[in-house]
């Protein structure tokens, strides 16, 4: 069964910091792995979907890339905005128990200090 | 504008009584999907749909209903709601299961 683990649970950094988040995976057999935003209350946007052939994606101040040989991504925010506070959440899709499933990881809730 | 719409968005009900939460997407994408999201918990999926008429359970099907008529919507649900039914709940849809989520805005569903 996939497991898939964000650490840290939460984290505090001054504005113009930067940062990285991670996220860890038990099964390799992913189609890709996405990471998310998520503001309070709110739904999901996408940030960056890396496909399992990829090593890297970026968009703007946002750099995630991948190794699947390790089980691990990581989410890179360069010069942290207070606008960047939000929880941050990766997804792997795969199959699982015999089932097509995403399995989600718990986040990353992320502050930004002006 | 591609986009997945959900209504409603908020829904305060009493234990019993049935209804559903409704699941549009204008991308004609196969995959679709239901989640609920509860704190400490995370997103854990509900229900999935690879295409039309072909559903399948998630990690906590039980007390959740869905079908799949139409490619554009999937409905979820709940023929007796229960307490332990109050989350937030997403609705998603994706081209493949290979390709990248879209997710809807949310329902916040209360149940007393």
């Known amino acids: 069964k996939q497991e898939v683990t964000q650490i840290p649970a939460a984290l505090s950094v001054p504005e113009g910091e930067n940062l990285v988040l991670n996220c860890s995976f038990t099964?390799?057999?992913?189609?890709?792995l996405q990471w998310f935003r998520q503001d309070p209350g709110k739904g999901l946007t996408s940030l960056l979907l890396?496909?399992?052939?990829?090593r890297e994606q970026t968009s703007g101040r946002l750099n995630a890339s991948l190794d699947k040989s390790s089980g691990r991504s990581t989410l890179y925010i360069a010069a942290s905005q207070p606008g960047d506070s939000a929880t941050y959440l990766c997804a792997a899709p795969g199959v699982s128990g015999g089932y097509q499933k995403v399995t989600f990881g718990i986040g990353t809730k992320l502050q930004v200090i002006p | 504008e591609a986009q997945v719409t959900q209504n409603p968005r908020y829904l305060i009900t009493v234990t019993g009584k049935k209804l559903t939460v409704t699941c549009s997407q204008n991308m004609n994408h196969e995959y679709m999907s239901w989640y609920r999201q509860d704190p400490g918990l995370g997103l854990r999926q509900i229900y999935y749909?690879?295409?039309?008429?072909?559903?399948d359970k998630g990690d906590v099907p039980e007390g959740y209903k869905v079908s799949r008529k139409e490619k554009r919507n999937f409905p979820l649900i709940l023929e007796s709601p229960s307490p332990n039914q109050t989350s937030l709940y997403f609705c998603a849809s994706s081209l493949a299961l290979t390709g990248g989520y879209t997710f809807g805005s949310g329902t916040r569903l209360t149940v007393v």
């Open positions: 890396i496909q399992s052939s990829q």
């Open positions: 749909s690879m295409n039309v008429e072909v559903t």
């Open positions: 099964d390799s057999a992913i189609y890709n």
